[in-house]
């Protein structure tokens, strides 16, 4: 039977209650694995620590680790692994993109330059990878390159379609798997393997169907939040006209009339605020919303239903916890 996923969203720091002292670990490990004795790698390197997220992939892999109730010593070098290569794509996706903000700071390619964002953003994954043949854990490896490949394919397939309004849902889909589940499905299995390898299927599968979960809600996020909570402005989706599942749900249903609009949107440079609510009024009135609202459900009762094979464990709630927090954020 699908379980619904449903209830007051935990807070993150409940999910990584379980491991939050591994976590202080995680942080130390990112910090030894970038140093460098090179000045300006390092004045990079202070930015991008002090900007660090909220460690929401490291938290997935050190709770699969944990599931059977067995700790491995390389969890944590896994786990700021993990974390250097999400940082790393961060990073390449602000220069891709030309963004000027992220978190609500200014992005690497806005302090210094888009040459100095895409080879630190090399220098994150190489360090990552060099990190994880140090300890010869070929298992981690392997999956965590095949995810830096996925993510690299997605980035290019995203880059090489060039009628932004033909992106179909499978399209939409195809992208997400690669860009955000390929890594939180890596995160998940490569804790398996250093915790609980009996269960490596089914954490890969879980972290699958919560990044598609996680990214559809993300997407959601760029319609209904607000620059104080997301940190980063409203609309910044469609000012970039990136196509997300509530618009490309919406473009079947539009008149004529709402089409032209849309297109017409779509080769504005610079599109205004109005222009950008317009967009947005259309979606919200043709239901958009509410179909990917739908589809992040679906994907969490799946990963839900992944776990249903691990053994009870303060680890496994925490996964489970980690479902709705994807789904229900605000942030």
Known sequence: MTRTVQGVPPELSAIQAPVRGLLEGVSDEIRRIVVSDFDDIEDVNEHLLFMRGKLFRPTLLLLSSGVAKRTHEDSVTLAAAIELVHLATLVHDDAVDHSALRRGLPTVNALWTHQVAIIMGDYLYSRAVSELARIGNLDALGVLANAANEMSVGEMRQLASYDALDFTEEDYDRLIAAKTASLMSAACEMGAIAGAPEHREALAAYGHNLGMAFQVADDLLDYTGTEAVTGKPTGHDLRERKVTLPL?????????????????????????????????????SKG???????AAQRYAERAVEALAPLPDSDATRALRDAVRYAVDRRR
């Open 288 to 294: 958009g919303l509410e179909y990917a609202a739908a």
């Open 248 to 284: 490309v749900d919406a473009l079947s249903r539009v008149s004529e009339a709402e089409d032209r609009e849309i297109r017409a949107f779509f080769t504005r440079v610079d599109p205004t605020d109005d222009e950008i609510a317009r967009i947005v009024e259309i979606v919200v």
